[in-house]
């Protein structure tokens, strides 16, 4: 009991350090920027490239599709730069020499993020709501919720395996960018993934996202948890496998970037 | 008293100066892994989102000429506001800002050969796209005119080449500048209209896009590869032109306020 709540002290005390040192967006300025003015744009183009090419009354498949996949932002790109930060300030000798316990560290650094995801969405569902009535009377508005926090947390499990590439590589923000907009193309954001070709369906459905939007779509569409429960479930196992396998990867590389003194090659 | 000889040695060096930091640009450039990221991957994954959008069930197959050239307008602006605007920026990270304000050369004349290698490297964002059009979606252009269209590209080129000019000094003085245009990098797009035509975009936001240059200059552009719609082409580019000159002539004081900020505060490296 006692070791639990060590472990307890140290995940809250790295989640707040988290924020206040490694949130790169914690200042008005930048969360206006990264936060509001990206979503936002993200989806009015979308939305207006989706209408240009298949008219308006499509508007809303693009908008959902859109708000939902801005978890990436937070999932992908937050996860991934708090290793990058650590990196860039300094900062990742210092923790991978703590005796901390890794799993919970590595946890720690996701938390802020999906909470933050949570709420990208919840800011493009309402700009979705204002701009292109988005009608939720009929939807099942807390099955809807569940999706989000699910799709949240398994973006975060992804984020988390391309995040332990930061322990050995300078410039990891790139593989963010990378796969942030891949999964625009991939996860049936703004086409259905049977679109795709045979091996980019496998990609898909073995990424987040896919299963988690469709979960989304039917649950905007007034769907119970009965009709999406094998969707959300899958969605979770994805999220926890692409986790577990960054835990994996992070324990791998930080033996590897502690060998080669990569953690300070800049 | 024969002035031609001296101002002829005043010219030929700043040519030289500004071909130096052309070369200097180019070569750091291959080198970062950022600049492929711009003018290569990330113009690739918005092409084939746009190219997958517009040959969708229902869509015109004339919608599919914004997915061939729109990734490639993509790249282009994104390496012409974040690589070449960040010019004085980058020299600042290096700790190199002080010895290029010391240099005789005026600071103007090393951007323009930063830009220019940066421009250089945005065109090549059409490469992929078009390839990925082509052999991805079996997409070309349909009535390609080929004199304006160059035309129109230099003309956008032109605009690029004032607004990454016009952006330097603002990303040096003011930091979070930079962060608000990444920010509203999908609205630029969606003004401009590089992957659909502005018109589709409500009455205001048109008005908007209207005081853009490379709304202008996009617009005569993809007339230059379709038959059908106006070809207003000369008032296009007389537009673009005129904005792009009128971006640099505000130019013109930030680079007074760098200046101030450099030499007469000392402030620049600091803010």
């Given at each position: 009991m006692k070791h639990l709540g060590l472990e307890a002290g140290v995940f809250a005390r790295s989640l707040y350090l988290q924020y206040v040192a490694l949130f790169q967006w914690a200042t008005v300025r930048g969360y206006i920027a990264y936060k509001v003015l990206l979503p936002v744009t993200q989806i009015l183009f979308f939305v207006e490239l989706g209408v240009y090419a298949t008219g308006r009354q499509n508007a809303l498949y693009f908008a959902l599709g859109n708000a939902l996949q801005l978890t990436a932002n937070a999932g992908i790109f937050g996860v991934i730069a708090t290793v990058a930060n650590e990196r860039q300030y300094g900062t990742l000798p210092i923790l991978l020499a703590s005796p901390a316990n890794r799993l919970v560290t590595f946890m720690s650094r996701a938390v802020v993020n999906v909470i933050d995801g949570i709420a990208t969405v919840v800011i493009g569902l309402a700009i979705v709501v204002v701009l292109f009535g988005?009608?939720?009377?009929?939807?099942?508005?807390?099955?809807?919720?569940?999706?989000?926090?699910?799709?949240?947390?398994?973006?975060?499990?992804?984020?988390?395996?391309?995040?332990?590439?930061?322990?050995?590589?300078?410039?990891?923000?790139?593989?963010?960018?990378?796969?942030?907009?891949?999964?625009?193309?991939?996860?049936?954001?703004?086409?259905?993934?049977?679109?795709?070709?045979?091996?980019?369906?496998?990609?898909?459905?073995?990424?987040?996202?896919?299963?988690?939007?469709?979960?989304?779509?039917?649950?905007?569409?007034?769907?119970?948890?009965?009709?999406?429960?094998?969707?959300?479930?899958?969605?979770?196992?994805?999220?926890?496998?692409?986790?577990?396998?960054?835990?994996?990867?992070?324990?791998?590389?930080?033996?590897?970037?502690?060998?080669?003194?990569?953690?300070?090659?800049? | 008293m024969n002035l031609l000889g001296p101002q002829r040695l005043v010219v030929r060096s700043l040519v030289r100066a500004a071909f130096s930091a052309f070369v200097l640009s180019?070569?750091?450039?291959?080198?970062?892994?950022?600049?492929?990221?711009?003018?290569?991957?990330?113009?690739?994954?918005?092409?084939?989102?746009?190219?997958?959008?517009?040959?969708?069930?229902?869509?015109?197959?004339?919608?599919?000429?914004?997915?061939?050239?729109?990734?490639?307008?993509?790249?282009?602006?994104?390496?012409?506001?974040?690589?070449?605007?960040?010019?004085?920026?980058?020299?600042?990270?290096?700790?190199?800002?002080?010895?290029?304000?010391?240099?005789?050369?005026?600071?103007?004349?090393?951007?323009?050969?930063?830009?220019?290698?940066?421009?250089?490297?945005?065109?090549?964002?059409?490469?992929?796209?078009?390839?990925?059009?082509?052999?991805?979606?079996?997409?070309?252009?349909?009535?390609?005119?080929?004199?304006?269209?160059?035309?129109?590209?230099?003309?956008?080129?032109?605009?690029?080449?004032?607004?990454?000019i016009t952006m330097a000094p603002l990303f040096a003085l003011w930091r979070w500048a930079f962060s608000m245009i990444n920010g509203f990098e999908l609205g630029v797009y969606i003004l401009c209209g590089f992957m659909f035509p502005v018109a589709v975009l409500a009455p205001w936001a048109q008005g908007v896009a209207g005081f853009l240059a490379p709304t202008w200059a996009v617009k005569a552009l993809y007339a230059a590869t379709v038959a059908q719609g106006p070809h207003d082409f000369a008032a296009w580019w007389a537009v673009t032109s005129g904005l792009s000159l009128a971006y640099l002539a505000g130019a013109y004081f930030l680079y007074a306020l760098v200046e101030r900020e450099a030499r007469v505060s000392g402030e620049l490296a600091l803010v």
């Open positions: 988005l009608d939720l009377r009929q939807a099942n508005l807390p099955l809807l919720g569940l999706c989000v926090v699910i799709i949240s947390v398994t973006t975060a499990g992804l984020g988390l395996m391309f995040g332990s590439i930061g322990l050995v590589m300078r410039d990891a923000i790139i593989v963010a960018n990378i796969v942030y907009y891949l999964l625009l193309i991939i996860c049936g954001i703004n086409f259905p993934v049977s679109r795709l070709p045979g091996a980019l369906q496998v990609l898909a459905y073995s990424l987040p996202l896919t299963r988690g939007v469709q979960a989304a779509r039917d649950a905007a569409a007034g769907a119970t948890l009965g009709h999406v429960s094998g969707l959300l479930a899958g969605e979770l196992l994805v999220g926890a496998a692409w986790a577990l396998g960054g835990y994996f990867l992070f324990r791998g590389l930080e033996n590897w970037s502690r060998r080669g003194g990569l953690q300070e090659a800049y | 180019v070569r750091l450039r291959v080198i970062s892994p950022w600049s492929y990221l711009n003018w290569l991957v990330f113009p690739l994954l918005f092409a084939i989102v746009g190219l997958y959008v517009l040959s969708l069930p229902g869509a015109g197959s004339s919608h599919l000429v914004y997915g061939v050239l729109g990734g490639g307008l993509i790249g282009y602006w994104s390496v012409a506001y974040i690589d070449a605007g960040n010019g004085i920026q980058d020299e600042r990270w290096n700790g190199t800002l002080e010895q290029i304000f010391a240099t005789p050369t005026p600071l103007w004349v090393i951007l323009l050969g930063k830009v220019c290698g940066g421009l250089l490297f945005g065109l090549f964002a059409f490469v992929p796209t078009a390839a990925a059009a082509f052999f991805g979606f079996h997409a070309v252009l349909p009535a390609l005119d080929p004199w304006r269209f160059v035309i129109s590209l230099g003309v956008l080129t032109l605009s690029f080449f004032c607004i990454a």
